[in-house]
């Protein structure tokens, strides 16, 4: 037979490793997580919206930590690029390969900027006039929503 101190034996890890995620997520400024294990699902988001949410009995999980709003890239200086679609970005055609821009790259209209992969699906994602790139916003592999910020950029 199982005392209720047993429940909490469980409980405690868990919000231990949500906890060490979210600060993870905060460290390495990721707007989303997802984790996908047997009968264990974790989705976290960031910037804002409620955080996090997992499908387990609710009674073994209760949020460490408070969500927090992260600024739009929009409102600081430059114009941002966004993404069209949900996926995963990639800033090189293969892990190989040296990235398309980096910061500081000054590029043509035209110039692939970034994959997105949605339903194994290579999405090049391409400048749509002469622009200087002032700061990479998404680090390669990293899940992207559609509409988010993927880049700052000045048109020149």
Same mark, same amino acid.
């Given at each position: 037979?199982?005392?209720?101190?047993?429940?909490?034996?469980?409980?405690?890890?868990?919000?231990?490793?949500?906890?060490?995620?979210?600060?993870?997520?905060?460290? $390495?400024?990721?707007?989303?997580?997802?984790? !996908?294990?047997?009968?264990?699902?974790?989705? %976290? +988001?960031?910037?804002?919206? =409620?955080?996090?949410?997992?499908?387990?009995?609710?009674?073994?999980?209760?949020?460490?930590?408070?969500?927090?709003?992260?600024?739009?890239?929009?409102?600081?200086?430059?114009?941002?690029?966004?993404?069209?679609?949900?996926?995963?970005?990639?800033?090189?055609?293969?892990?190989?390969?040296?990235?398309?821009?980096? $910061?500081?790259?000054?590029?043509?209209?035209? !110039?692939?900027?970034?994959?997105?992969?949605? %339903? +194994?699906?290579?999405?090049? =994602?391409?400048?749509?006039?002469?622009?200087?790139?002032?700061?990479?916003?998404?680090?390669?592999?990293?899940?992207?929503?559609?509409?988010?910020?993927?880049?700052?950029?000045?048109?020149?």
């Amino acid at each position: 037979m199982k005392s209720p101190n047993d429940k909490n034996a469980i409980e405690n890890p868990l919000k231990e490793k949500v906890t060490a995620l979210y600060k993870l997520m905060k460290a $390495e400024k990721l707007e989303e997580l997802e984790i !996908k294990e047997d009968d264990f699902y974790l989705h %976290m +988001k960031r910037k804002g919206k =409620i955080c996090p949410a997992a499908h387990l009995p609710q009674s073994a999980f209760q949020p460490a930590v408070a969500p927090e709003t992260v600024p739009d890239a929009a409102e600081s200086s430059g114009q941002s690029v966004k993404s069209p679609i949900n996926g995963i970005l990639y800033r090189a055609p293969s892990p190989t390969s040296l990235p398309f821009v980096k $910061e500081g790259d000054v590029i043509d209209a035209g !110039k692939t900027l970034c994959i997105i992969e949605a %339903m +194994k699906v290579m999405n090049e =994602i391409k400048a749509d006039g002469r622009l200087k790139i002032l700061k990479m916003l998404v680090e390669n592999g990293k899940s992207v929503n559609a509409n988010q910020d993927l880049f700052l950029v000045e048109r020149v």
